[in-house]
């Protein structure tokens, strides 16, 4: 199995910030590579990096409160492209 490259984790994040895709859905497909990384071929380590963060943008500090805003998760796209 190959890791998601920096351009794909891009194109479901922006899906996520255009209204296309959820915070649940983008998290669950980052986290199914996560969990399956004895089976994953890391040739990009900052695109796993990238991947790892974005599994997380879907946390709750609070009810209805999100740990990483929409200008967070736009700063995370930006940090990688």
């Given at each position: 199995m ?11 994040v ?15 497909w ?52």
């Open positions: 190959k890791q998601p490259t920096k351009e794909e984790i891009t194109q479901n922006k899906m996520f910030l255009d209204g296309k895709m959820n915070r649940e859905d983008i998290c669950s980052a986290i199914n590579f996560i969990r399956n990384d004895e089976r994953i071929i890391i040739d990009d380590v900052e695109a796993w990096h990238y991947l790892v963060e974005i599994s997380n943008i879907d946390e709750m500090i609070a009810p209805g409160e999100y740990l990483f805003a929409k200008e967070d998760i736009e700063d995370m796209v930006k940090k990688y492209s």
